[in-house]
């Protein structure tokens, strides 16, 4: 490296726009000038940024070089985006001296070379030089977002990996490695490939194959087990990565588990044992069955983190770039930007790659697609502007959360539930904000919840509020709301129970899973003889981890929720957060019923509101313990008035106009209420169903 006077970066871009892709050039000034016969082999460059993300190398087939004494010139294409930041520049000799610069882009695309420093052999920097930068299997993973550990892990193996060749050619003994691994993800978002490409990297023997867990158990077989012997059936030595290992809980795990490691272990070291899932899902996995800790060192845990902003910007470009849909400069900057901002304001602090493509093929492409075909150029087929975008959705001026917090507020009532709403969710955001900022967090709260009142009064709207929110700040990865009861948990014959339970907890990771009439659960008599103590003891799985990336809602009347949590205080400690949803007042209810009629855009005559307000106030009058609130509301406005109003305007036979369409009459809410007064359309409770031993 001594011949090597100076090193000089820039962007080969003429774009003005902060955010550039495409070529890097890297100047090398000699010294030697009899270097000129011999240039072409004498160094070789590469550029990564941060955790080992490359961006290019002088390598790749596209990459050009030239020399014109006293400087070398190479440029290097990149498929990626350049963005203010810093990254890595390597360069290796002939003799395979490596060193390494620090290189620092501002955000005029202006470049810095500083901090050159010769690295050491094998270490992490000169194993990734040379063994893995132009390595085909190393190239399809390690552009994938939020990988960097098992980039790491894949550097470190391939350290091993040399340095047990170098212990051979000395006739010293080998280095072993536990192959196994525990990967923890943090939204389930790692695909086959990558699994696959980091099995090949770590050289482990043999082949990789992936079993879903939930797929090794079929209750419907004669031999439920045989969907599990059919993936046994690979040679010894296949290595296995287990996937949504919370099956692995319900009914058949215990023999799941100990074929798939009986098979590990008769392979005698030539497989390996995986297993991918949340935090959460290896942990209750774990703790489930005792002696699989025993294959898994505590360096053999590999926590996933979420996107980097570079990582995300990089996504929403290959994710167009795959589409086959080409990007105007302008509108790139206008890409990073909006996405950069919606970052940083937590809008897409879940997004997975499956998002990214879908906001990509459902929202980016349509639009392009309806510009271009609508006036095809000969000359010039189209690429990708900014309108083509819909940069709104990615950095709208509120974000996800305050937009989800907004719909709550706009609820009629609940001030109480809206202001303990309110504040735990400004805790979690605050919490989230400051992990995102790296700052030490040690809140470690659960959000599980008991909502308690009368039917009608809001429950389920206000969990679905809640999976939004908490959708939003990234603590669920889908945020929908799974509405269950006893009739659909509880089984009829042994073991029925815990396979309604595996499916339903399945169904519900990622969401909120909103149990009704939750105390025909449990009756406190403790007899184990009644099957719906076994939905509790299934949910007590979620409800003792942390980061369960799932909610559980217990509701139901405020009278039998208090009697089940009383006789069973280990449950009650579970639930942190308890809101007790009141009865709607008549102008409570008024204001709901004035809403649903806007909706549609209908007018109330001024007879037509009195006689309305008279309804409510009377059926509040007679109400009875199982009285609806907003559900009878909707009834009466859905299908009661509005059929009645059809009904007369039917009768009239006038010209159709839209007063006479859209206009209410007193008469209308009067031969509504005789068919939709409380005692007509009482809520009856649900008797409890499901069989006891």
Same mark, same amino acid.
């Given at each position: ?7 000089? +970066?820039?962007?080969?871009?003429? /774009? ?20 000129? @016969? ?11 940024? *941060? ?11 596209? &990459?050009?070089?030239?020399? *014109? ?5 190479? #440029? ?63 190239? $399809?993973?390690?552009? $994938?977002?939020? +990988? ?87 040679? @010894? ?98 890409? +990073? ?65 305050? *937009? ?5 507020? $706009?609820? #009629? ?45 809001? $429950? ?19 945020? %929908?709301?799974? &509405? ?38 449990? %009756? ?74 806007? *909706? ?7 007879? &037509? ?5 008279? /309804? ?32 007369? +305007? ?44």
């Amino acid at each position: 490296m001594e011949n090597i006077n100076d090193i000089k +970066v820039s962007l080969a871009t003429s /774009s003005k726009t902060r955010y550039a892709n495409g070529n890097i050039i890297v100047k090398l000034s000699l010294h030697d000038p009899a270097f000129a @016969d011999n240039y072409e082999n004498s160094y070789s460059c590469y550029i990564f940024a *941060e955790d080992f993300y490359p961006m290019c190398n002088s390598l790749e087939s596209c &990459a050009q070089f030239g020399f *014109e004494w006293p400087a070398l010139t190479y #440029v290097l294409s990149s498929s990626h985006i350049w963005m203010p930041g810093k990254y890595a520049l390597y360069i290796r000799d002939k003799d395979d001296v490596l060193i390494r610069a620090d290189l620092t882009i501002d955000k005029r695309n202006r470049t810095k070379v500083r901090n050159i420093c010769e690295c050491a052999m094998l270490g992490s920097e000169d194993v990734m030089t040379t063994c893995l930068a132009t390595d085909e299997t190393w190239c $399809k993973m390690a552009d $994938k977002p939020g +990988v960097s550990i098992l980039r790491q892990r894949a550097i470190e193996s391939m350290r091993l990996c040399v340095l047990n060749n170098l212990r051979k050619e000395k006739g010293y003994g080998q280095l072993d490695e536990c192959k196994n691994l525990l990967i923890c993800t943090v939204n389930n978002d790692i695909d086959a490939m990558t699994l696959k490409c980091l099995h090949m990297l770590m050289r482990v023997k043999g082949t990789m194959k992936i079993l879903d867990c939930s797929t090794l158990f079929d209750v419907t077989n004669n031999n439920p087990y045989e969907p599990l012997t059919e993936e046994l059936r690979q040679e @010894d030595g296949t290595s296995y990565c287990l996937t949504c290992p919370s099956a692995l809980l319900g009914t058949g795990g215990k023999i799941i588990v100990k074929r798939i490691t009986d098979k590990i272990r008769q392979a005698g070291g030539k497989g390996a044992l995986w297993i991918c899932g949340t935090r959460y899902e290896i942990d209750s996995v774990l703790d489930m069955f005792p002696s699989l800790k025993d294959y898994f060192p505590s360096a053999n845990r590999l926590q996933l983190k979420p996107y980097t902003a570079f990582e995300m910007v990089q996504a929403f470009n290959d994710a167009i770039a795959g589409s086959g849909m080409w990007i105007h400069d302008e509108a790139r900057h206008a890409l +990073v930007s909006a996405v950069v901002k919606g970052f940083e304001a937590g809008n897409l602090a879940s997004w997975t790659q499956a998002d990214i493509r879908h906001f990509v093929d459902e929202e980016v492409r349509p639009q392009f697609l309806k510009r271009v075909l609508s006036d095809i150029d000969v000359d010039d087929p189209g690429i990708l502007i900014a309108d083509d975008l819909c940069l709104e959705k990615l950095a709208a001026s509120r974000s996800t959360f305050e *937009e989800s917090m907004r719909q709550l507020d $706009k609820m #009629v009532g609940l001030d109480d539930i809206k202001q303990s709403i309110t504040t735990m969710a400004n805790r979690t955001y605050f919490y989230t904000q400051r992990r995102r900022l790296g700052l030490k967090t040690s809140d470690k709260s659960v959000f599980h919840a008991i909502f308690t009142g009368n039917p009608g009064t809001g $429950k389920t709207t206000v969990a679905r509020m809640l999976g939004k929110i908490y959708r939003s700040l990234g603590l669920l990865s889908r945020g %929908d709301v799974i &509405a269950v009861d006893r009739t659909r948990l509880v089984g009829r014959y042994i073991g029925e129970t815990e396979e309604n339970m595996k499916t339903i907890l399945e169904e519900a990771r990622g969401n909120v899973l909103f149990i009704d009439e939750a105390y025909t659960l449990y %009756d406190g008599s403790g007899d184990r003889k009644d099957y719906g103590a076994r939905v509790i003891d299934s949910l007590l799985t979620v409800l003792t981890q942390p980061d369960p990336d799932m909610l559980i809602v217990f509701a139901g009347y405020e009278k039998e929720m208090d009697a089940m949590l009383q006789t069973n205080p280990g449950l009650f400690g579970r639930f942190p957060y308890k809101f007790r949803f009141g009865d709607y007042s008549a102008d409570q209810l008024m204001e709901i019923a004035c809403h649903l009629f806007a *909706e549609d855009e209908y007018v109330l005559t001024a007879a &037509a509101h009195s006689e309305l307000l008279k /309804s409510i106030q009377q059926t509040l009058q007679q109400r009875t313990k199982n009285f609806g609130n907003a559900r009878w509301v909707e009834q009466f406005v859905r299908n009661g008035i509005i059929p009645a109003l059809a009904d007369r +305007v039917s009768a009239l036979g006038a010209p159709a106009t839209t007063k006479l369409y859209q206009t209410v009459e007193a008469a209308d809410v009067k031969a509504a209420y005789v068919k939709f007064n409380p005692k007509t359309i009482e809520l009856h409770p649900r008797h409890q169903i499901g069989f006891s031993a």
